[in-house]
């Protein structure tokens, strides 16, 4: 709904930057941006209505901006150089929304211990974030087990959906039949905690995989290792 908002502002300023009003279009901006933030609020909870404004700025950047300084291009009222602005910010809009996602890096850090007898190789698989499961997320997976890892460790936001998704149960089983597609597991064991994107029910993801979901802050023993899990709301605990 925020985003209609941000729509009818653009098409106000469109018609604003055509009388040459640029104060007039500041306040319009100013004023949209309060109302699609108040919106946010207003019908959206918790984490929504920070993923809500996030969501109506990216609108703003990528979409209204660059079309507004278009217009005043096209119709004379701004010079020629602005285009360069323009070309920039379509640059950026291109790399955050069709590179940057799909973009998947892996990393390794090696820590040194006299505790362990023999090195152990634990896989950690966080932000998944997907608003629906593709290739992409697969691939992912793909790669985690190609490294045969001895453990996993799943730390939390799966399936990102905003409030009134009506494909939210299905996004979060086409995730749950990868990981059974592709028998993630571990001879340490597979274990997966509680993101703060997650809803009520993000256990049921991992319902008949062998990823063990903790909901309640706890210990595990994998091997010569002792896990803690942690809740969402523990994790959130600077003094634990």
């Known amino acids: ?27 319009l901006l100013a004023g949209g941006a309060l109302l699609a933030a108040l ?10 209505v920070t993923f809500g404004i996030m969501g109506s700025l990216d609108l703003l950047l ?26 920039a910010i379509a640059a950026v809009g291109i790399d955050a ?23 152990i190789k634990i896989a950690l698989v966080a ?20 490294r045969k890892p001895d453990l996993i460790v799943f730390a939390g936001d799966y399936v990102q959906t905003m409030p009134g998704d ?10 749950r039949q990868m990981i059974l597609d592709l028998d993630v597991s571990a001879p340490l064991g597979a274990y997966a905690v509680q993101g703060n994107v997650d809803e ?8 008949g995989t062998k990823v063990q979901p ?6 595990i023993t994998a091997g010569p290792l002792l896990l803690w899990a942690l809740s969402l709301g523990d994790s959130f605990n600077e003094n634990l």
Not at 1 to 16: E, K, Q
Not at 214 to 219: D, H, L, N, P
């Open 1 to 27: 709904m925020s985003n209609l908002v941000f729509l009818a502002v653009a098409a106000v300023g469109a018609v604003l930057l055509g009388h040459k009003r640029p104060r007039a279009l500041f306040w």
């Open 39 to 48: 919106v946010n609020v207003a019908f959206h909870s918790s984490y929504h």
């Open 62 to 87: 990528f979409v209204i901006l660059p079309g507004w300084l278009l217009v005043g291009v096209l119709r004379k009222h701004l010079h020629r150089a602005w285009l360069n602005i323009v070309f």
């Open 97 to 119: 929304h069709f590179i940057e996602p799909t973009w998947l890096e892996e990393s390794e850090l090696t820590i040194g211990t006299e505790l362990l007898q023999q090195p």
């Open 127 to 146: 932000d998944i974030q997907t608003s629906d499961p593709g290739p992409y997320e697969r691939e992912a997976l793909e790669r985690v087990m190609a």
């Open 166 to 175: 009506e494909r939210r149960q299905e996004k979060q089983d086409k995730l």
């Open 200 to 207: 009520q029910d993000w256990e049921a993801i991992f319902a």
């Open 214 to 219: 903790i909901a309640r802050t706890s210990s």
